[in-house]
């Protein structure tokens, strides 16, 4: 589980750590439906709602860095094509039919890994730029 805090997440943007916060749900969902014996149904009935509001959200937050030439805009975008790379991934091995519970734990670990390290190393450099 994911925990929200203000002090390591926070990006500056209300509605940006907003919709963060909606990513962590979305992610402690899914490790509750794995735990549950559940995660296969939430990867096809949740996977593309996550999917679809990670990509409105990113859309937000790439328009927002530009809005506040933030420096880092660019290496924002080109993470969130590298999430939406490895999300295609994913479903193609879903639909493949080639997926248990081995492919759930590496879904798990991406996301939780990568929007964590994703918000510290990249979104809250947003901080410093609206504060400008
Ligand atoms: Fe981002």
Redesign the pocket.
Known sequence: MIEWDQERYSSGVDSIDKQHRMLFEFFNDFEECIKNGKGMSYLEVSFPLLEAYAKAH?KF?EDCMNQHQCPFAKE?KD??QAFIVKVEEVKKTFASGQCGDELLMQVHDFIEKWITN??IG??IHLKGCVKK
Request: charged share 20%; no cysteine.
């Open positions: 990113f937050e924002n993470a969130h994703h918000i990249v979104d």
